[in-house]
């Protein structure tokens, strides 16, 4: 069965702090690992890897993806209150298309 | 591009009454839907996978009965939540597939409340 690990469940920084959160993964025959920020509505896309050591950026985020060792980070740097979000990881199949979900983690940023 | 548009976006229902969710692919053709629900601090956890034209497939549990999936044309598929009850009170998200990558974009999520 796909799994999918979430670290830390939760975290709570000071403003302009950097953090990194990390995501395992267990999938049959892996397509795509995908990060997204949910606020208070649905889940908004971040980044969407698919090869192993090419680093997706947006800003002050950042992604990378080790398929040897089955995992992937997102670093925040210059932590920003609007930052504080629940990150979600997913990854995906090429079987069955459907995206699994990890337990999120949910990061507040004080100010 | 890639706009999923969901309607309601909150409801109120009384118990044992039912509920029809739409999501709706506004400029793309989506031949896939996903179905999910979200109970307060937990992960979205998948409901069911929608079709165009056949019957969704529906994950271990979720009572295909009580959850009634339709996906009768290529930018529109429904939720109709039977027979309401309290514990049916969440939020159900859907999301369409998109693009070369087979990309999920979501619907901003219904907020249901059975009373």
């Known amino acids: 069965e796909d799994k999918v690990v979430q670290s830390p469940l939760s975290l709570v920084v000071h403003e302009g702090d950097t953090v990194t959160l990390n995501c395992s993964y267990e999938?049959?025959?892996?397509?795509?690992l995908l990060w997204y920020k949910q606020e208070k509505k649905a889940p908004t896309f971040l980044f969407m890897l698919?090869?192993?050591?090419i680093e997706k950026k947006s800003g002050r985020l950042s992604s990378i993806l080790d398929k040897k060792e089955l995992f992937s980070i997102l670093n925040i740097t210059a932590t920003q209150t609007g930052d504080s979000a629940i990150y979600l990881c997913?990854?995906?199949?090429?079987?069955?298309?459907?995206?699994?979900f990890g337990q999120g983690t949910r990061l507040t940023i004080n100010p | 591009g890639a706009v999923v548009s969901q309607h309601p976006s909150w409801v109120i229902c009384k118990s044992g009454t039912s509920v029809k969710i739409e999501c709706r692919s506004l400029?793309?053709?989506?031949?896939?839907m996903f179905w999910y629900r979200q109970f307060p601090k937990q992960s979205l956890m998948l409901m069911a996978t929608?079709?165009?034209?056949?019957?969704?497939?529906?994950e271990q549990g979720v009572e295909k009965d009580k959850f009634l999936i339709n996906h009768a044309s290529l930018t529109l598929s429904t939720l109709t939540v039977t027979s309401a009850h309290p514990e049916d009170s969440s939020f159900y998200i859907c999301?369409?597939?998109?693009?070369?990558?087979?990309?999920?974009?979501f619907g901003p999520g219904t907020r249901l409340t059975v009373t």
């Open positions: 999301s369409a597939l998109a693009g070369v990558n087979y990309e999920q974009y």
């Open positions: 999938v049959t025959n892996f397509r795509s």
């Open positions: 698919t090869s192993s050591g």
């Open positions: 997913a990854v995906a199949d090429f079987g069955a298309q459907k995206l699994v």
């Open positions: 400029d793309f053709q989506a031949t896939t």
């Open positions: 929608s079709n165009e034209g056949s019957k969704a497939t529906y």
